[in-house]
């Protein structure tokens, strides 16, 4: 093709409805289209070069290739969809026609892919495959997209390209073609090599990107504009197909159109009536008239508490009110608001309510949701724990309602002095209190702001007749203070601990230590004069929800029974992952218990906590260290050695792994999940023979 045919095509790209409707609005898709087309591109310049061995430059050519793809495997996976067969077809042309000097310059361009690529993959590639699943089978399935068992399936963009492209950008092309690319093979005959070259490359580029995009069971419009910039130098070379004479105004006028389209579908002008002939189903109007109030939103919240981070449960999922936008104005708003998507499943419902302080719903349409989220809606609108804080009407003239937890988890006072360190005040706790079960209990602390900030306190409530206590350990104001940290501040926790089951009876005094997390100072502090009797014949009194810390540390002590357990963890673990929306709870635990630790190292109560928490920070180091040791107190334990093993294959280390399972496949034999590990680590070393025996027995 030409560089005239080229110049248009670029042009053309500014007028693609696909291209112009997506880069009004913030998707992964575009970028991808764009990597995406510069990889094609670096693959047709090596591809001309590899042609002509007195090139040098197509060394450079290569390299920029394993370049530009490893970018695009940054971006999104899915550029895959669109190189494997334009990478694959090279690659058995090479090997073919046995120029090996061109193959090197294409595995020295893949491995720069890889070295660009590999890190980020090596560190997320567990992440990558458990949400595989949910971002094609699940949102297929929720979508209601066709299966590919259905003639549906395979003509779904065949039917929407259309509209990616207007009616006259591909009309007038085809008849263009249809005229005068017979008159012209007519008269040539047939085609030159090049130019059946040029036909086969774009070819093997659209066919296998439709081929593979419609083998993806998730489909949606957008998912295939990497094909746009390639089909518009197929549009150009049609309107280049017309003869001198009339060339030039069928281009204008075809780029004029466009350019008028583009603005009617654009902006609400009353073009309407051209557009639903010409260019339908992509119109993309800004809001017109009174913005949408997310500003307002996060203001009102900051203003309530402009000492603490919040998150904001968002129960609507429409494309305008949904968490991902309020996190984006919370961002802006010195991240100091963070938009989630709560009340997701029916039996969290409760527990989502007791967590969170501010919850946002609406009326009209609530837009992608899942089936519990009417319950929650209910639940917060109608629920005494609530107050209606503010509404706003929106464009549609629905109302948007911001609701406000009445008894917060915590609340910050500004204080006139700054004390240098941190005092505990208050503590108020039930007298007599039954074990089992979480116990409201009040802390109030006082200090210097930036103290407050980084303070983890570690609390024991000690037995005075035995040696049995219990832990309270958290981050100040649940590790939730931000801002105006010069101030003297007062802190005041409305929370709940958890007595364990096999407390015995009797008083107990509490114990407190700060703990600073940036300096690792640390220091006693006093407290109140008070105990607490555990009766088992006490009533247990209303309570709000456990802290994360609390939490976390009592799910992780299920570890040691394995796979009976490991549901049941990661189900919670991913609902109170919610709840801290920077995960700071995990960094709590870690400190508080590597502390603990140091002064009492065998205690597998805490080592799995601990083994737990620098798992979910994809601490992988961290993780193997206490896994170690888990495995040297916990020795008879298989899972211990299947836990160590797992770790080390999320770090690539099979050999490590295979010998942990040695150990945990001899303790017990008839563990599926040995035998699954095994294979995996078998693979992983190339062991495929072993790794087939492993992954397909049925042990």
Not at 139 to 167: Q, R
Not at 477 to 485: D, E, I, R, S, Y
Request: charge should be negative; include cysteine.
């Amino acid at each position: 093709m030409s560089p005239p045919v080229g110049l248009l095509a670029a042009a053309l790209c500014q007028l693609l409805p696909g291209l112009y409707r997506y880069r009004t609005e913030f998707v992964l898709d575009y970028p991808v289209t764009a990597i995406v087309t510069f990889s094609f591109f670096s693959l047709t310049l090596w591809k001309q070069s590899a042609c002509d061995e007195t090139k040098p430059e197509r060394w450079l050519w290569g390299v920029l290739v394993g370049f530009a793809i490893g970018l695009g495997l940054m971006i999104k996976q899915t550029v895959v969809l669109f190189l494997f067969f334009p990478i694959l077809w090279l690659f058995l042309i090479t090997i073919r026609k046995r120029k090996w000097e061109n193959l090197i310059q294409f595995l020295i361009g893949l491995l720069t892919a890889l070295l660009i690529a590999f890190p980020w993959y090596k560190t997320n590639w567990l992440l990558i495959l458990t949400s595989g699943k949910r971002a094609t089978v699940d949102s297929a399935i929720a979508e209601g997209d066709p299966a590919l068992n259905t003639l549906d399936a395979w003509l779904y963009y065949g039917k929407v390209l259309p509209y990616l492209l207007s009616w006259h950008l591909l009309l007038i092309p085809f008849v263009c073609f249809l005229i005068y690319g017979t008159q012209w093979l007519i008269k040539h005959q047939r085609f030159d090599e090049k130019s059946m070259q040029t036909v086969r490359w774009l070819g093997i580029f659209l066919i296998g990107g439709y081929f593979l995009s419609s083998l993806n069971l998730n489909k949606d419009a957008r998912y295939i504009l990497p094909l746009l910039p390639v089909l518009s130098l197929i549009i150009a070379q049609g309107l280049f197909f017309v003869s001198r004479k009339w060339r030039f105004p069928l281009i204008a006028s075809t780029l004029g159109l466009g350019f008028v389209l583009m603005i009617l579908n654009l902006f609400p002008l009353n073009g309407d009536w051209i557009t639903e002939i010409l260019s339908p189903r992509v119109q993309h109007y800004p809001v017109m008239g009174k913005a949408y109030p997310h500003q307002d939103v996060v203001a009102e919240m900051v203003e309530t508490s402009p000492y603490l981070r919040h998150t904001l449960g968002v129960l609507p999922s429409t494309p305008t009110i949904n968490q991902h936008n309020f996190s984006f104005y919370g961002a802006q708003a010195n991240f100091q608001v963070y938009g989630r998507q709560v009340g997701v499943e029916e039996s969290n419902i409760e527990q989502d309510a007791r967590s969170l302080r501010w919850f946002i719903t609406k009326t009209g349409e609530q837009g992608s949701i899942p089936s519990a989220q009417k319950l929650i809606t209910e639940r917060i609108e109608t629920g005494n724990d609530f107050s209606l804080r503010n509404t706003w009407t929106l464009p549609d003239q629905s109302l948007l309602k911001l609701y406000q937890q009445k008894q917060p988890t915590v609340t910050v006072i500004p204080i006139e002095n700054s004390p240098s360190t941190v005092h505990l005040t208050r503590v108020e706790v039930p007298e007599r209190i039954p074990k089992g079960v979480p116990i409201p209990v009040d802390y109030t602390w006082e200090g210097n702001g930036e103290a407050l900030q980084q303070g983890i306190v570690l609390l024991t409530w000690e037995g005075t007749e035995t040696d049995h206590f219990w832990l309270h350990d958290h981050g100040i104001a649940m590790g939730g203070l931000v801002n105006h940290l010069e101030s003297g501040l007062k802190v005041e926790e409305n929370t709940a601990m958890l007595i364990p089951p096999d407390t015995p009876k009797g008083n107990y005094t509490l114990r407190a230590r700060y703990l600073n997390r940036e300096t690792g100072e640390t220091y006693p502090l006093e407290t109140p004069s008070l105990s607490v009797t555990v009766d088992t014949n006490a009533t247990a009194p209303p309570a709000p929800e456990l802290d994360l810390v609390t939490q976390l540390r009592t799910a992780a002590v299920t570890l040691p029974e394995g796979e009976s357990a490991l549901e049941d963890i990661f189900a919670q673990t991913g609902r109170i992952n919610q709840y801290d929306p920077i995960q700071d709870y995990l960094q709590q635990s870690e400190i508080a218990l590597k502390y603990r630790l140091q002064m009492q190292e065998e205690r597998l109560d805490w080592l799995y906590p601990l083994a737990l928490s620098e798992v979910l920070q994809q601490d992988a180091d961290g993780a193997i260290a206490q896994f170690k040791k888990i495995t040297e107190l916990d020795s008879e334990n298989p899972y211990a050695y299947a836990y160590l093993a797992f770790v080390h294959l999320y770090l690539w280390q099979p050999h490590a792994a295979e010998t942990a399972l040695n150990t945990a496949l001899q303790l017990n034999p008839n563990l599926d999940i040995l035998h699954t590990l095994d294979g995996v680590a078998a693979l992983m070393q190339g062991n495929l023979i072993k790794a087939y025996q492993k992954l397909t027995s049925d042990q």
